[in-house]
């Protein structure tokens, strides 16, 4: 069986990714406060996919990269990533992460809250020490981004008003920004030309955006055992994603009635996705919807037209291609 893309980065890149893992063991550490480790410790070794530091390695290995710092700003990514993971857990009230409890449920929302505000002091420090400005302007404005794009998901999220380019803008926020600063960080390191580093951040942005457009589609159409959510829980908690979007645009008066009663007022009854599921169907939005992911995929692949030929870069291609065949 062919391997997945980002399997096969993670083999070329086991060097660094070792050297990676090394420094968040050694960064999450704390004297004074054992928690801090315990809580970390629980989410990094939920074995996530390590995307986002990868890309930074990649990015800096296509560009011709010859070290230190690449692994600093790749563990400064992977440390914004999970602080926001620890926030969001507790914002959503979340008790499942990658198939295991989260770190608000084993523990509480105050050692989550706090944790997340180490993680994300240490990621600030850890930028600091390549000594490059424009790196830790791009790394610094993510964290802000990111943050921007919560508070806005939390007004706009059971909002109707709320349209496709609201969606976008929150996206691009919570989600695209940290897969661009990280792909962009990794070129600017390498002192790649500005069409270089600008390449990346497209290709990252664009995959960014595929990755959780596909995300909120297979709350609707998902496999529950392979995604580790359950059909529809973005309904339950009455997330305006953009399948929904779309088909409240296409509502008529009963059909608009519904989503308010469901989402907006949050008066769910047995049925009501079912319900939900029928309209998305009816009005064709999970097909429009998967367009989009693809067009967006299209787009990071096309980003990486600017960059030299490497294997990596072939590898990057086909992640793009991966991350929209979970809905095919």
């Known amino acids: 069986m ?58 800096a290995a296509m560009c011709g990269y010859g070290g230190p710092y690449h692994i600093h700003l790749a563990a400064t990514v992977e440390f914004i990533h999970t602080a926001t993971l620890l926030h969001d857990d507790v914002v959503d009230e979340s008790e499942q992460r990658r198939g295991r409890p989260t770190a608000n449920l084993l523990w509480d929302n105050q050692s989550s809250v706090l944790v997340g505000d180490y993680l994300f002091a240490r990621s600030f420090q850890l930028m600091t020490e390549p000594g490059s400005m424009p790196v830790m302007r791009i790394l610094s404005n993510a964290a802000a981004t990111i943050a921007e794009g919560e508070v806005l998901q939390l007004t706009a999220a059971r909002n109707l008003a709320t349209d496709e380019s609201t969606y976008l803008q929150i996206v691009r926020g919570k989600t695209a920004a940290l897969f661009s600063a990280a792909t962009e960080v990794g070129g600017l390191i390498a002192d790649a030309p500005q069409s270089q580093v600008q390449a990346l951040f497209d ?30 829980d973005d309904f339950r908690e009455r997330k305006l994603t953009l399948p929904v979007i779309k088909a409240i645009a296409l509502a008529d008066a009963d059909e608009r009635a519904f989503w308010v009663r469901t989402i907006e007022k949050g008066q769910q009854e047995d049925g009501d996705l079912d319900h939900a599921l029928a309209l998305l169907n009816k009005h064709g939005t999970l097909a429009t919807t998967r367009k989009d992911a693809l067009a967006w995929a299209a787009k990071a692949k096309a980003a990486l037209d600017a960059l030299p030929a490497h294997e990596i870069k072939d590898m990057l291609t086909d992640m793009a291609d991966y991350v929209v065949a979970r809905i095919n």
């Open 2 to 59: 062919s391997r997945k893309p980002h399997e096969r980065l993670a083999t070329a890149l086991a060097t660094e990714m070792e050297a990676v893992s090394a420094l968040i063991t050694e960064r999450m550490a704390s004297e004074h406060a054992p928690r801090i480790p315990e809580v970390t410790a629980h989410l990094v070794g939920a074995g996530g996919k390590r995307v986002r530091p990868m890309l930074t390695l990649a990015a």
């Open 203 to 232: 290709y990252g942005d664009a995959l960014g955006i595929a990755f959780q457009i596909v995300d909120d589609l297979l709350d609707y159409q998902g496999d529950a055992s392979a995604t580790g959510k359950n059909i529809g």
